[in-house]
């Protein structure tokens, strides 16, 4: 047997969802800027990215928390925050990557904007990850450490100085043998017999 439920129940649950909802708005909404000018909802303008999570900004006060968690040696805390920094970087890097994707072609002066915040998050990134891999070394923890210092390696590349310095808490670790750069080797010169 199908019974429809009364119209009034229907719209009680949608207030209250619609009120639920409006719960978990920001509490700064007052601060950021509206998309639509009521006067010219036509002229549509960005929000504001500094309050939100999903930004640089976002990004940098987590960064700035975690090294506030490293100096009062909260170990913890400070992983929590740069696996979130790094979150955020590596999420705003792919999206940039893709809208280069997309106006590469179309309109350079977007697409380039967009390929250099990209650059610019994944170094973020890769400096977040960086400090991670830190962290776990110093909770004793290298199984933790070890991936995340080749991931650098492999985004930065060994030439780099992040992958450099990568490369050598590896060497450190013991999980490489070699060291990188060799001392005293040139990378101009050419192999001695």
């Known amino acids: 047997m199908n019974v429809a439920a009364p119209a009034s129940l229907i719209r009680l649950t949608t207030l209250a969802v619609l009120a639920t909802l409006g719960?978990?708005?920001p509490v700064n909404a007052?601060?950021?800027?509206?998309?639509?000018?009521?006067?010219?909802?036509?002229?549509?303008?960005?929000t504001a990215q500094?309050?939100?999570?999903?930004?640089?900004?976002?990004?940098?006060?987590?960064?700035?928390?975690?090294?506030?968690?490293?100096?009062?040696?909260?170990y913890p805390l400070a992983a929590k925050k740069l696996q979130e920094a790094r979150q955020v970087y590596n999420q705003l890097s792919n999206f940039y990557q893709d809208l280069n994707s997309s106006f590469s072609g179309i309109d350079s002066r977007v697409s380039d904007s967009q390929r250099q915040k990209a650059f610019s998050t994944a170094q973020k990134r890769d400096e977040a990850t960086y400090q991670l891999a830190l962290v776990?070394?110093?909770?004793?923890?290298?199984?933790l450490a070890v991936p995340l210092l080749v991931q650098i390696i492999k985004s930065q590349n060994?030439?780099?100085?992040?992958?450099?310095?990568?490369?050598?808490?590896?060497?450190?670790?013991?999980?490489?043998?070699?060291?990188?750069?060799?001392?005293?080797?040139?990378?101009?010169?050419?192999?001695?017999k």
């Open 158 to 192: 060994p030439t780099r100085e992040l992958g450099k310095k990568a490369y050598q808490q590896l060497f450190e670790l013991g999980f490489v043998d070699a060291p990188y750069p060799r001392q005293g080797a040139n990378s101009s010169s050419s192999p001695q």
């Open 50 to 74: 500094n309050n939100s999570l999903m930004s640089i900004e976002g990004g940098d006060r987590l960064m700035t928390e975690a090294a506030q968690a490293v100096t009062a040696q909260n």
């Open 23 to 25: 719960l978990l708005a």
């Open 136 to 143: 776990h070394r110093a909770q004793n923890q290298p199984e």
């Open 30 to 46: 007052q601060n950021q800027v509206k998309p639509i000018d009521p006067n010219s909802p036509n002229n549509l303008r960005p």
